[in-house]
């Protein structure tokens, strides 16, 4: 079975240098993410329509046209429903306790118990201490306002609260919606809680009452749990502001000790960056021969330093094997999320350490180090000298990087937006208005093996510029925007006549990076800040979202909390709820005339950007503006 499934290497990666470590992989015997999903395919039919359940032991039930029920009496839109729910409990339980632990690092600045982490953006934090309601904001004693606004944010955690703290940037029209339909996020553990609740035998058996639970699930992770890891990070890391840097395989430096940060969560790379530029770490690495210490990143981990610090990025999900492949990489550092389990092996076919960081995310036979904020540089030090101290390991006769960086920008927030315009939206909403940027879309999320890696990601994004619409990236489409040349201000060229003279005008790229993951949430702030200002709702505007590639419970929360926030949504494949014709139908169409905005599935990514056009063209007559 698994020969019939085999693609060639130009069908599995768009890019040469995938293809080049894939044909080393086979040689040196690494087995990769392609090779195990021919073992999988065919996939399992149930698990795949979403009708097997196991959320009991009278089961595991099938549900078929022969057997419609499962012991317990429950259907296939129940069923499907029970697993689409737990699945967005999932999404949203990893990018909550994501921005939950930067909390726990402004708390252990607050108590003075960390001197490695300090608040970088002072203004920021009094700024988002304003919009919480703490008092003296502006003007209080520092530690008081960042005080105030952890006990604000924890709390936004528990189940003493009818709303998250940052609802208060979310236009009223939208917060009646959510309120109308019992959508509107109470506290980030409390939904997921109420999700695992509902979903035990014997609870919720309406499909569409559990969806609407999932929605507020979803809303609980975009507008606390990823908007706090989003607003922590800037707070604690500095705001991104726009800066050069590199991208592809090619960053892997031949001279020096390379060592690559994965995972998601900035508190840990953050600290290995500092130690890699510590003068005392610099001079061991020489006297071990090494030319220096290259830091890069991988996924959204690599986002986050990529975006505030300019450090460049090796690569997004499917890279993150190949990245090792190399031969030349020394340490494999990881927080949490999206880290193949398979890198251990692959590691372990060469000299590269494979370094955990985080006690809930533990790899067996890795070597950790629980990282903690009182000790971490001098814990990242360490790191970082087992990772010199593997570079006389390294075999040169197995070392290739097969490729040469390309040149990017990135560095965008909402912050440099403002900045770049002038200081107020105004400049962008009368681009808008006149046609010349006809809307702006979010492409965003991971790479999945059963697509071409990143031709989804890139045949959009390309289709898009060209019709004038605006494509904000996150996650690992930044990796796949910036290999293809598409995140430099010269990518105006393969854009159409409005975006080359609004983006020429400003100096920016067509396609503009605003972060990892969780900062999706600086996408959908951005849509509400538009929205307060033209007096309408996010579901008004020529706005859209997109994710080709995705494959995760993560970009499947992300994906519903778009569209609960009245975004219309594009995947590029179907999450597993077919098996319930009722479930699919308020997926693609019911929730348009509950949130006023649905998904769309659609592989092919021309056809993707003929529906997400169409849909901006609509949301355009709408408002009275030319198509
Ligand atoms: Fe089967 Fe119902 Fe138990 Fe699920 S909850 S395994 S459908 S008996
Ligand atoms: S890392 S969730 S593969 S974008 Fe955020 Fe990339 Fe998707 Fe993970």
New binding site residues.
Partial sequence: MAEKNKKSIEEKSLWEDARAMLRKAEQDGVETAWDRLEQQTPHCKFCELGTSCRNCVMGPCRITAKMPRGVCGADADVVVARNFGRFIAGGSAGHSDHGRDLIEVLEAIVEGETKDYQIKDEAKLRRIAGELGVADAGGGALAAVARAVMEILYADFGSRKKEVAFLGRVPEKRRAIWQSLGMTPRGVDREIAEMMHRTHMGCDNDAASTLIHAARTALADGWAGSMIGTELSDVIFGTPSPKKSTVNLGVINQEQVNILVHG?NPVVSEMIVAAANDPEMLARAEAAGAGGINVAGL??TG?EILARRGIPMAG??LMTELAVVTGAVEAVVVDY??IMPSLLQAAGCYHTQFITTANKARFSGAVHFDIKPATALAQAKEIVQLAIDGFSKRDPQRVEIPSQPVEIMTGFSNEAILNALGGSLTPLLEAIKAGKIRGVVGI????NPKFQQDSGNIGLTKALIQRDILVLV????TTAAGKAGLLLPQAIDQAGPGLQEICGALGIPPVVHFG??VDNSRIIHLCALIAEELGVDISDLPVAASSPE???E??AAIGLYAVASGIYTHLGLPPNILGSPAVTDLALNGLESLVGASFVVEPDPDKAADLLEARIVSKRKALGLPK
Avoid: E, L, M
């Avoid at 965003?444 to 790479?447: A, D, I, K, L, Y």
């Avoid at 996150?474 to 489409?477: A, D, F, L, S």
């Fill in positions: 998601h996924c959204c986002n997004n999900h999320q999206c965003v999320g991971c790479n996150t996650g690992c489409v990892s993951c995705w494959y995760s993560k970009a």
